[in-house]
């Protein structure tokens, strides 16, 4: 049993109990008259809000209260966005966070890839041209996500991919590439394919160096926008 005290008895009564993500958990009537916690039930409720915030719990109408797996992003995420609407000059901040922790954890992330993880690289690549390239030019977004999360997605660090998930939630709330001009995003896409390229030999130092350049390329794009 953990020696850690967090600062919610409901939490704490989660961890000390055992329960598993995907288990059902007591009601709150149940938690408060039987568990005997420490605090009244709207307090309870608080607490739950807290933790249905976080991401820990899920609540729904048929099937109750049930513990989720545990994913940093939505922690993350909260405090990233309540940062932002302070002044989205924060997300400049955070990308630097981001740029040099995809650096750091690069060689690692590149040596469990997968081909099928490159495929699906590769596809991002083809899909993005294929919205660059059509009469009526669609921001391909999605496919920028997905192109830099499937490079780290292996990891199986929650915190690394915490961080680099609500990164990109941010990108796409505050519209990043709203004003990029079409040379720009041709730019890009054509690093992501070098990218890809390097990765395919495995030579993962040259796809890093690319990777640089690229953030390079996006931090002085014009009117600023990465």
Known sequence: MSRIQLESDLLNFIVRAGFQPGDRLPTLNVLQDEH????????????????????LVEVRSKTGMRLKDYSFT????????????????????????????????????CARLQPEDLETMRDCIT??????????????????RTFHLTLFARLENPFVMGILEAYWDAYEAIEVTRYASYQYLQQVWKYHEQI???LNIGDYEKAKQLFIEHTKLMRYSSDGNR
Not at 38 to 43: L, M, N, R, T
Not at 76 to 100: D, K, P, T
Not at 128 to 141: Q, Y
């Open 36 to 55: 005997h916690l420490d605090v009244g039930i709207s307090k309870v409720r608080e607490q739950l809000e807290v933790a249905r915030a976080l991401g």
């Open 74 to 109: 939505p922690a993350v995420r909260l405090s990233l966005f309540y940062a932002l609407a302070q002044s989205q000059r924060n997300f400049e901040h955070f990308g630097e966070l981001r740029n040099h922790l995809e650096v750091a954890f690069w060689n690692e992330a």
């Open 127 to 144: 899909r993005a041209a294929g919205k660059l390239n059509s009469s009526h030019i669609d921001i391909p977004n999605e496919e920028h």
């Open 196 to 198: 890809l390229e390097a």
